[in-house]
């Protein structure tokens, strides 16, 4: 079974960087529409960014300017590059695709920003 795999959350304060890493153990070529999601607790999941099915990119409007996703075909990975870090933006972060019409989701990664 194809999974995903998450890493490079912490602990960080607000106005620092992460880079979180998803790892695919197949090649993302198979994997569409991957992206990064964030849930936060008490709130709904959201999307963070993604590919869309022509390659480029989307972001949420809270995100833009300051969080980066990209890809790596040759190491299976899609990176969010995650700057100026704000408080808010502390949640448990996922990436996730569509394999063959299955939906495919992390385990996840805590990114908590304090003040």
């Known amino acids: 079974q194809v999974q995903l795999v998450e890493s490079g959350g912490g602990l960080v304060q607000a106005g620092g960087s992460l880079r979180l890493s998803c790892v695919a153990s197949?090649?993302?070529?198979?994997?569409?529409?991957m992206g990064w999601h964030r849930q936060a607790p008490g709130k709904q999941r959201e999307l963070v960014a993604g590919?869309?099915?022509?390659?480029?990119?989307n972001y949420a409007d809270s995100v833009k300017g300051r969080f980066t996703i990209s890809r790596d075909n040759v190491k299976n990975t899609v990176y969010l590059q995650m700057n100026s870090l704000k408080v808010e933006d502390t949640a448990v972060y996922s990436c996730?695709?569509?394999?063959?019409?299955?939906?495919?989701w992390g385990q996840g990664t805590q990114v908590t920003v304090s003040s």
């Open positions: 197949t090649s993302i070529f198979m994997i569409k529409s």
């Open positions: 590919f869309t099915s022509d390659g480029s990119t």
């Open positions: 996730n695709g569509v394999w063959y019409g299955v939906t495919l």
